[in-house]
DNA sequence: AATCGCGCCTGACGGC
DNA sequence: TGCCGTCAGGCGCGAT
């Protein structure tokens, strides 16, 4: 579910919520997600402070002064704030409580997430050492993705999907920024020019921030922090949009796979 | 070294 | 109604 613009989305709700605040008490009730919760994130958690709200990729990051507790969503995983008195459901797997009577409530029903608890700098953490370039950041631009695709057999669009090179770029949002670039997500890495890899950085950035701005994608199990959903949806050109016309030209949108994804784009307006 | 396909897990949906 | 196959916003791993 959560590429960059959600996790984001998500980090700006409840960062408001959380700063500051000490844990009184975290109750897990699903240890087995993508990776065994450890038991020392329940015996140290509580009374620490949340200093820090931040994010990294697709990894939210909740820095006390000793440790950092790094969030990841997965495909299917959502955090909310709620009065601490609300009830679990189903597939609640994690609950925080703070002492301001809230709690950050983690939710996964695929599983596919993952909390690390850890007290090195979490940008070392093995999962999140090898990571590639921020695509909002000033050093992501058209010299660096030309440098790192030349000999690249890849189809760009896993390539920009390639967490290694660019990171928080998920089947969405690829899709989106290629339509916007005018590039074929079939065309090899190695040979697009440094000019349209230009005018890719461009529309990477410009998806990215324009779902932020609009709370991120609501496809099907998304919601924000506060429980509403994602509005990006709204403004897909092409994702999930197979059959439908281009808004551009009014061709007939194709739904292919490239590496087991469904991929979309226009015949027509990508080349 | 780079690439590819599988598997982790649950739920929704369509066809029969 | 039930069963079965397919699909889903991620990503690490092993085989080639």
């Given at each position: 579910m959560p590429e960059l613009p959600e996790v984001e989305t998500t980090r700006r709700g409840i960062e408001p919520h959380i700063l500051n605040a000490t844990v009184k008490d975290i109750i897990v009730r699903e240890y087995k997600l993508r990776w065994r919760i450890p038991k020392e994130l329940e015996q140290q958690l509580p009374n620490q402070t949340i200093l820090k709200v931040e994010r990294r990729a697709k990894y939210l990051l909740l820095k006390t002064k000793s440790h950092c507790l790094i969030i990841h969503l997965g495909m299917s995983g959502s955090l909310r704030i709620l009065e601490d008195h609300v009830p679990a459901e189903k597939h609640d797997h994690v609950d925080i409580i703070l002492s301001c009577n809230i709690l950050l409530r983690y939710r996964d029903p695929r599983k596919f997430g993952a909390l690390f608890w850890t007290a090195?700098?979490?940008?070392?953490?093995p999962r999140l050492i090898d990571l590639g370039l921020e695509p909002l950041s000033k050093k992501f631009d058209d010299t660096y993705l030309f440098q790192q695709s030349r000999k690249k057999t890849v189809c760009v669009k896993s390539f920009i999907m390639n967490a290694k090179i660019l990171?928080?770029?998920?089947n969405i949002y690829a899709s989106e920024a290629l339509y916007l670039a005018g590039i074929d997500p079939r065309r090899a890495a190695g040979r697009i020019s440094k000019k349209r890899y230009g005018l890719l950085v461009q529309a990477v950035q410009k998806v990215l921030t324009k779902a932020i701005k609009y709370g991120g994608t609501t496809l099907r199990d998304f919601t924000k922090s506060d429980g509403a959903p994602g509005y990006f949806a709204q403004k897909l050109n092409v994702y999930d949009k197979n059959d439908l016309p281009c808004p551009s030209c009014n061709q007939a949108i194709k739904q292919i796979k490239l590496n087991q994804r469904s991929s979309y784009y226009c015949p027509k307006c990508q080349s």
């Open positions: 090195q700098n979490p940008l070392l953490h990171v928080g770029v998920g």
